[in-house]
Structures are given as C-alpha cells and as structure tokens.
Nanobody, 121 residues
Framework: QVQLVESGGGSVQSGGSLRLSCAAS???????GGWFRQAPGKEREGVAA???????KYADSVQGRFTISRDNAKKTLYLQMDSLKPDETAMYYC????????????????WGQGDQVTVSS
C-alpha cells in the first residue's frame, strides 16, 4: 500500500521560510514527485515537480523562491519555500508517480493527505 506523509508545514510570517517533507512508503522511490497547493475556494495548483531524470518544473509564481529535491535513500521528497507570501497560504500536497511529467494534478497517481501552510502579513 502506497502512503505519502507530508510534514514541515506551519505558520510563518511573510518573507519567512518553511521546508516541507514527504515520506513515501510502498514505492521503490519518489522517482516522479510533485508538490501542489490548494487555498480555500481555489483550484489545486501545481507548484513544483521532479522526474526520475532530475528534470524540474516550477510554477512561474514560485520560480526562484521554491526548491524541490529528493533523497532517494530516504524515499523522501522536499520543498524548500523561501520568501513566502500571505497569498501562498494553502494546504500543500505531495504527489508521486506521474505520467506524463507535468504540473497537472491529473498526471499523478498517489497523493498525501496534505499539510497546512499559513503565511501571515
């Protein structure tokens, strides 16, 4: 059974940083992983994705501030978020096993339960 468990969320002031982690079990590794977010009343949006070759995609809104990475030995996906903004307050979700490689949620098969990130002004 595949499980993805996010951690590292919380509350931070505008301009602050958080590092999200996503621990995977039931998979050989997070060979294609992604991070998504969904704010109340808004659609889920892709934030960053990393494929098995190391190719990376970022949403334009986070380019230069967010960094996606993984530790294959730990089967863990990370999202370093710097210079956070209040409008980035959302539930952040980890996803794995994508086909094709994209920032579209429909491309991902497995999902975590989400972790709340709140950015105050």
């Amino acid at each position: 059974q595949v499980q993805l468990v996010e951690s590292g969320g919380g509350s931070v002031q505008s301009g602050g940083s958080l590092r999200l982690s996503c621990a995977a079990s039931g998979l050989a590794g997070v060979n294609c992983g992604g991070w998504f977010r969904q704010a109340p009343g808004k659609e889920r949006e892709g934030v960053a994705a990393l494929d098995f070759l190391g190719h990376i995609k970022y949403a334009d809104s986070v380019q230069g501030r967010f960094t996606i990475s993984r530790d294959n030995a730990k089967k863990t996906l990370y999202l370093q978020m710097d210079s956070l903004k209040p409008d980035e307050t959302a539930m952040y979700y980890c996803a794995a096993y994508c086909m094709p490689f994209s920032l579209q949620s429909s491309a991902f098969r497995y999902w975590g339960q989400g972790d709340q990130v709140t950015v105050s002004s």
